[in-house]
């Protein structure tokens, strides 16, 4: 079958320059699915060692669909985005329930699986089962742009259709998943956000932003979402050799992770003392002895800056431990749960636990 000239020389160049990653070469739904969304939100070097302990420890969809959300969640902990842990499990379930454990093998089929959007789907699609469906992420949004100089901002429902459309025109239908892989390695390799290296570039004559001398106009990007600050005051709760903690359970950050009980505050000037006070009369605690108030934590996410502070309330001996939702550990049991990068790295720096 007769390809296009960029495709050709995009292949071949892809077939001589791709990383070696544990997920090149593996066509296994199961294994390209996991890869894919480890991917989403986290660099290559940080994704290879979860992808290595999460297929060890979940070896396929059954062993996925049979673990418990907190053995998913701690295994996740510290890659942030947590919904696609909850979403992974989730679907894992649904192909135990609705296809006997067996991944299925359409592209619609996959797209109805939790957590899996267009472009999951067209990877696994096209890699694992040889459908000629177009990929396009961020990276492949930025080569195309630039190739074709399409000025339509990206991230749109409408950007979408038209990149997907100029990308099904030249996909290889005879290797679409090498296709796909080649666009995402061009992107992560050589078509960088800043400073393309198009001296290196397989598609440099074929590229019109670059033989435009617009390159710095691709991509077309949307004004960039606020950032939205929050302010988050942590109260560990010493009782003993037991702390409190309690699992998330808002549907914003961090669900079903476990936290120390909290409060949060619209506003950055709330005096500590009457946030203890807010937070000790919200728990019915009338005596509590301050050990400890931490500098403020600050942590970034994509469209949140959380500003934490952490206080240390011990409490006294003959407190009945009892409040709603909480449950009490020893303090060295801690690391066994699930916990926001943000608490993991307030309890390790401040010493709490080893
Ligand atoms: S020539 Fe430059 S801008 Fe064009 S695709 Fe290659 S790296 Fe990107």
Same mark, same amino acid.
């Given at each position: 079958?007769?390809?296009?000239?960029?495709?050709?020389?995009?292949?071949?160049?892809?077939?001589?320059?791709?990383?070696?990653?544990?997920?090149?070469?593996?066509?296994?739904?199961?294994?390209?699915?996991?890869?894919?969304?480890?991917?989403?939100?986290?660099?290559?070097?940080?994704?290879?060692?979860?992808?290595?302990?999460?297929?060890?420890?979940?070896?396929?969809?059954?062993?996925?669909? #049979?673990?418990?959300?907190?053995?998913?969640?701690?295994?996740?902990?510290?890659?942030?985005?947590?919904?696609?842990?909850?979403?992974?499990?989730?679907?894992?379930?649904?192909?135990? #329930?609705?296809?006997?454990?067996?991944?299925?093998?359409?592209?619609?089929?996959?797209?109805?699986?939790?957590?899996?959007?267009?472009?999951?789907?067209?990877?696994?699609?096209?890699?694992?089962?040889?459908?000629?469906?177009?990929?396009?992420?961020?990276?492949?949004?930025?080569?195309?742009?630039?190739?074709?100089?399409?000025?339509?901002?990206?991230?749109?429902?409408?950007?979408?259709?038209?990149?997907?459309?100029?990308?099904?025109?030249?996909?290889?239908?005879?290797?679409?998943?090498?296709?796909?892989?080649?666009?995402?390695?061009?992107?992560?390799?050589?078509?960088?956000?800043?400073?393309?290296?198009?001296?290196?570039?397989?598609?440099?004559?074929?590229?019109?932003?670059?033989?435009?001398?617009?390159?710095?106009?691709?991509?077309?990007?949307?004004?960039?979402?606020?950032?939205?600050?929050?302010?988050?005051?942590?109260?560990?709760?010493?009782?003993?050799?037991?702390?409190?903690?309690?699992?998330?359970?808002?549907?914003?950050?961090?669900?079903?992770?476990?936290?120390?009980?909290?409060?949060?505050?619209?506003?950055?000037?709330?005096?500590?003392?009457?946030?203890?006070?807010?937070?000790?009369?919200?728990?019915?605690?009338?005596?509590?002895?301050?050990?400890?108030?931490?500098?403020?934590?600050?942590?970034?996410?994509?469209?949140?800056?959380?500003?934490?502070?952490?206080?240390?309330?011990?409490?006294?001996?003959?407190?009945?431990?009892?409040?709603?939702?909480?449950?009490?550990?020893?303090?060295?049991?801690?690391?066994?749960?699930?916990?926001?990068?943000?608490?993991?790295?307030?309890?390790?720096?401040?010493?709490?636990?080893?």
């Amino acid at each position: 079958m007769k390809i296009n000239k960029t495709t050709e020389a995009l292949i071949e160049w892809y077939g001589m320059n791709k990383r070696d990653l544990p997920w090149r070469d593996v066509d296994d739904p199961y294994k390209v699915w996991i890869s894919e969304i480890i991917l989403q939100q986290t660099r290559v070097n940080q994704g290879i060692s979860y992808y290595y302990r999460f297929i060890e420890a979940f070896p396929n969809v059954n062993s996925l669909a #049979a673990a418990t959300s907190d053995q998913v969640l701690k295994l996740w902990q510290g890659l942030g985005y947590y919904s696609r842990a909850r979403n992974l499990h989730h679907a894992a379930k649904q192909i135990v #329930a609705s296809y006997g454990g067996v991944f299925p093998s359409t592209y619609d089929e996959i797209i109805k699986l939790k957590g899996i959007g267009q472009y999951t789907a067209a990877a696994i699609a096209s890699i694992s089962f040889n459908i000629a469906v177009p990929a396009v992420d961020g990276n492949i949004y930025r080569v195309l742009s630039r190739l074709f100089s399409i000025a339509e901002p990206i991230g749109t429902n409408t950007s979408y259709k038209l990149f997907f459309n100029r990308s099904l025109e030249i996909i290889d239908k005879s290797r679409p998943g090498i296709y796909n892989q080649a666009l995402m390695e061009l992107g992560a390799l050589v078509c960088h956000p800043q400073m393309p290296a198009c001296i290196d570039c397989p598609l440099q004559m074929h590229c019109s932003a670059y033989n435009d001398g617009t390159i710095t106009l691709f991509p077309v990007k949307n004004a960039k979402v606020k950032v939205q600050e929050r302010f988050f005051y942590y109260f560990i709760m010493i009782h003993g050799s037991k702390i409190g903690i309690r699992k998330r359970n808002e549907n914003d950050i961090w669900k079903g992770l476990y936290e120390f009980p909290m409060i949060e505050s619209s506003k950055a000037d709330l005096h500590i003392d009457e946030a203890i006070r807010l937070f000790t009369h919200s728990v019915n605690i009338d005596e509590a002895t301050i050990q400890y108030i931490s500098d403020e934590y600050r942590h970034k996410l994509t469209h949140r800056l959380i500003n934490a502070r952490f206080i240390h309330l011990l409490l006294p001996i003959g407190w009945q431990c009892s409040i709603d939702g909480v449950i009490w550990i020893n303090r060295n049991d801690l690391s066994n749960y699930a916990l926001p990068r943000l608490i993991d790295r307030y309890v390790k720096e401040s010493g709490f636990i080893d």
